[in-house]
């Protein structure tokens, strides 16, 4: 029996694998994994020889290449290393009201959205469950070091979870009934996967779903997204009203300010045409740059312009402060800049 890494593994997994041991060490070996987060040598309620037993049976998915600490220590971002020597991102932020991170659900990406620096590497695969929740884990734990809680999860970094979805959905499972992050702090977002939005409609957990919208025209969005292409805004919209029928829970459009692109009063009135009927939340992301793509994000002025037209136009949102830009901490911008072979060493942030 093998596993890509130890969050693969299940109950019923290590039962097997300590089949030979008696039985209340898999219920530690489970809490050690789980409840602590911590690592095998650290499990001083377990004899070593089991610890290095397990240790060398139950490795780490994540391999650190490079952390980047930014804004006076509240953002963290890691790129990790996989077995394979595929690399992956993801960012902590900590807030004055809650703590969040930011995980990856794909090597890569292939919905090819221009403006996004994972886009324009492309697609290396999927993850697995177990790559999924380590890096929940691993927030979860250095928030802790640093006297948080890790409130919330989202689904917004690398790749798009609904394109993997049952790994996706797994991991979303373990970090709800393991982990003991509720339902209602884990966000999926996608950039409109039809299918996907389908099938969370119909699962059992209330999480939310976040739609990185962008363009609320079908022309201009399928520049933008090319997903658009294969379900246009009609059909997507249907599939979210569906959604907000069966779960009641508020639906979110994530909207990042490209400066010229979709900033115009225009794109805010189509904006909100779209969103009312769903009774839509919009978030305004300042868009991060990104060497392969030449426009800028919106000026301060231009979005607080945008956000006025939504507000004057029935529409409720939020302007996300831009977190990280320093740090490189929009997707994949931390892994274009350490391509394989020429990684940094992990430097020493001063911990605040």
Known sequence: MTARSRYDWTRADLGELLADEPRYRVDQVWQGLHDQGTE???????PKALRLRVADAL???????????????????????????????????????????????????AMACGFCATGQAG???HLTTGEIVEQVVRARRRSAEAGKRLSNVVFMGMGEPFANYDRTWEAVRRIHDDLGLGARHLTLSTVGVVPGIRRLTDADLPVNLAVSLHVANDAERDELVPINRRYPLDV???????????????LSFEWALIDGVNDSARHARELADYARPLRAHVNLIPLNPTPGYPVRGTSPEGVRAFARHLDELGVNATVRRTRGTD????????????????ASPVPSPTRR
């Open 236 to 250: 997507l919209a249907e599939a979210c009203a569906a959604y907000v029928a069966a779960t009641r829970r508020r």
């Open 327 to 342: 740090i490189d901490a929009a997707c994949g911008q931390l892994r274009a800049g350490h391509q394989a072979g020429g």
């Open 123 to 125: 697609f290396d695969r």
């Open 59 to 109: 490795p780490s998915a994540l391999a650190p290449v490079a952390e980047s600490v930014s804004d006076d220590g509240e953002t963290v971002k890691w790129l990790w290393s996989l077995a394979d020597g595929q690399r992956i991102e993801t960012v902590l932020m900590h807030y004055p009201d809650r703590t969040t991170v930011c995980v990856s659900s794909q090597a890569g990406c």
């Open 40 to 46: 095998p040598e650290a499990w001083s309620n377990l």
